[in-house]
DNA sequence: AGTATCGTTCCATTATTTGGAACTTGATTT
DNA sequence: AAATCAAGTTCCAAATAATGGAACGATACT
């Protein structure tokens, strides 16, 4: 098996391999299928390596390549090998510049960010993963895409559990059964047992921390979002170093937290309010 | 010829009419189609709308969407909207993050920045249009995504002559030949007779000016960027407001944007050089 | 209640995708 | 230089998925 895409398996399997999910797209699913290989990989593939991992007969994968590099999805250089195509950058940054949720949060993370001095992110949950939609840095070195747009576990995320405390037990359940538990760091939840009795605090609360779960050093407070209708189910979250961010310091923000994602959830309400 | 394209073409106009293109990637170019639709519209688009833009059969299109929505490509809210789905921005951030071409010239990016104060952007051409694919800024409030991805046109953009000076004779013209040449203000070219003009000044020089073609009171000096092979083409730019960027001193730093365009082109030499 | 309007489902027809095998191309070995 | 091997590309009958007209629901409007 190819060294270089134990990574790439790893972010599969996050993604539900229990759920036996067959793709309902046709002809569609295959191609996705090809575009996840590509983008999750660490460097670009050649024909074979997508060969074995896809496992499709050759002269199938050489057009279903051909036509994802004709359409700019994906790009083929000299050397024969595939990497993401920048067509995926121009959808994604008209998405994200359109995107409503984005606009109406922006102004309160802004706020929240100046009244903290720490980093402060937005996310929503996407299946069994949060994806970062904006982040609001207070010093200089923002390397933009840094964050935004990538996808995070659920399980061991301040916004991942913030937004996890907001499904109803038996969706939580079917959720959190097609999700494989890497252990980040010592204090990640190895199991959903443990999850799911804590998942139930941060429900009664209100508010979520994350202990360095995901990564070692890093803390953060969260607090969820949704709207009546379950459309949207996410989180606000200051993160920062452990160093900077006790957890006494961390307590003392759960109300700040709490009152911008009230701002967001308020914001969001008559923007689309009338008609729910 | 079918009738539902002709939105389509609109957007293509921009990108390329001219050539006739018919889409060789049959499902998933009908389907790139309608994401192009989604993506490029102001506000979310209802069923109807979608229907009388592609002007599909209602069965057909019906099932499209779906298969989009399923993939996460887009995402259909309660109202019945279609917006670009979230996946797009997960599939970008890898991208972005994992591009050979930037991660090359990042620090040479950086360099230029703090020898000049100002905004720098890295480009590549593809298409018609110039998409950047960095961005360093001076100051703090950047917003990320606020450039990067974004597709902007070729004949008013400073590193989009630069690329342009590039090209051999009959490339450019037939590149040309699909723009539809908007003027954004007084100083856009409104023909591709006095871009030519201008382009072949360019090559020669080997650095280019915008000066304030695409946007009023923005001005730019860019310098080309290439490979042997014309993999990739594109540019180095430092822009600004023209009353902070005279003319006189965007002449002065013609020198460093060159040797920042040079840096960078060493350094995709080492990196792919000895293969080719 | 009556009637548009909007969105969804069905299914025989049609077009696209499939995949094995044959064929290039280019590098490596004898 | 010829032979061998691996990597990629092209072909085409068979299998599969997409198509689109029409019938069917669901709301909103009168």
Known sequence: MLP???????TMDANGEGMAQARETGTLGKLMVLLDLVTHADAPLRFTDILSLAGQPRGTLHRQLSHL???GLLELDGDGRYAPGLRLLDFAARSWARNEFRLIA?????DLQHATGETVHLGV???QSIIYLDKVEGRQPVRMYSQIGNASPCYCTGVGKAALSLLPAESLVDLL???NFTRFTAATHASPASLLAEIREIADQGYAFDREEHEAGIRCVAAPIWSEDRTFLGGVSITGPAYRLSMELLAQWVVPVQRAAGRIMEGMRIRLGPRR
Do not use: I, Q, T, Y
Request: net charge negative.
């Open 69 to 71: 590099v004709e359409e």
């Open 177 to 179: 059964a097609g999700v």
């Open 106 to 110: 922006e102004p309160h993370l802004v």
């Open 125 to 127: 949950l996407r299946g």
């Open 4 to 10: 270089f895409l134990s990574r790439a398996d790893e």
